[in-house]
């Protein structure tokens, strides 16, 4: 790890990967957690507040305006200086299938806040970064899945795109400030994510503890900017790599064919 914060946020902590960086936090970092499930986020209370940390707990939907405009507030003036934006969900179906509420979740979730607390957080994490001479720390969980298009998870897909968009292009734009940034894109990780989008097993065949991908992406924050954590497959090639050539051939073959054809008169 390379430093230590003095109080991080947490979206969706409440499970998963949220819940594993919360656990892998040292104590030395007063925590601020998120998530709807009011009994989970009293159970993180009572297991993490030790030996007088504080553990502020604010019950929030991330889809209700008025709910980021309150945990903006409060982690604004409890001068956060890590901020892990990791509340996510994904519907693995037929897009013209799916109801439009559910259609409406990822994007307000995955798009819309993530947009909103970074933009409303960040200024005031770079400014007490300045003030104190210690770095902030931005991460934004993004997902493998953000480097490419895909069927059947074609809007989770779209807006994990938008989250590794952002956090790559504010890492190089703020690359002169006091804040260190990552995306963290997982691969198939063993959490609550695949039942509650639905999605098949084979997916997630092999998938790494959110545990191991939260030590991953603590240690990877302030000395890359985009960290992909997976386990290797079993045939040596690694998911991470196959994307990675795949994202960046991709485009390649993109740009050639539209070269080649140019625009419809
Ligand atoms: N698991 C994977 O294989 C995988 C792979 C790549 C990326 N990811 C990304 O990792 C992040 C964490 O997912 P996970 O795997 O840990 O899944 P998870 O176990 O289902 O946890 C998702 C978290 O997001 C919160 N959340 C969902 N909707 C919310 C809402 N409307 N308002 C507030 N909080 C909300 C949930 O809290 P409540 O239920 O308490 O509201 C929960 O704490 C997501 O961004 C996901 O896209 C996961």
């Known amino acids: 790890m390379r430093r230590q914060y003095k109080r991080a946020l947490i979206t969706g902590a409440t499970s998963g990967i949220g819940e594993a960086f919360a656990d892998?936090?040292?104590?030395?970092?007063?925590?601020?957690?998120?998530g709807r499930n009011a009994e989970k986020l009293g159970a993180?209370?009572?297991?993490?507040?030790?030996?007088?940390?504080a553990i502020e707990i604010i019950e929030t939907d991330l889809r209700s305006p008025t709910d980021r405009k309150k945990l903006i507030s409060?982690?604004?003036s409890l001068e956060t200086d890590l901020f892990v934006n990791n509340a996510g969900l994904g519907f693995f179906s037929h897009f013209t299938e799916t109801p439009a509420d559910d259609e409406a979740a990822m994007v307000d979730v995955n798009v819309v806040a993530v947009h909103e607390l970074t933009h409303a957080l960040l200024p005031g994490m770079i400014e007490r970064a300045k003030q104190t001479g210690e770095r902030a720390g931005l991460i934004i969980v993004s997902s493998v899945i953000g480097h490419l298009p895909m069927p059947y998870f074609a809007t989770y897909a779209a807006t994990?795109?938008?989250?590794?968009?952002?956090?790559?292009?504010?890492?190089?734009?703020?690359?002169?400030?006091?804040?260190?940034i990552l995306a963290l894109c997982p691969g198939a990780t063993a959490t609550d994510f695949q039942a509650r989008a639905g999605a098949p097993n084979d997916m997630f065949d092999r998938a790494e503890s959110s545990i191991s991908v939260a030590r991953k992406a603590m240690r990877a924050l302030g000395r890359r900017r985009v960290l992909v954590s997976q386990l290797p497959m079993r045939f040596g090639l690694s998911y991470n790599t196959a994307i990675h050539?795949?994202?960046?051939?991709g485009a390649h073959a993109y740009f050639k064919r539209l070269m080649r054809h140019g625009p419809k008169e």
């Open 24 to 34: 892998i936090l040292p104590a030395s970092t007063d925590l601020i957690l998120t």
């Open 44 to 53: 993180l209370q009572e297991r993490l507040a030790v030996g007088g940390r």
């Open 74 to 76: 409060r982690s604004e």
């Open 160 to 180: 994990k795109a938008f989250d590794l968009a952002l956090a790559e292009g504010l890492a190089e734009e703020l690359s002169r400030e006091p804040v260190d």
């Open 245 to 249: 050539r795949i994202a960046s051939s």
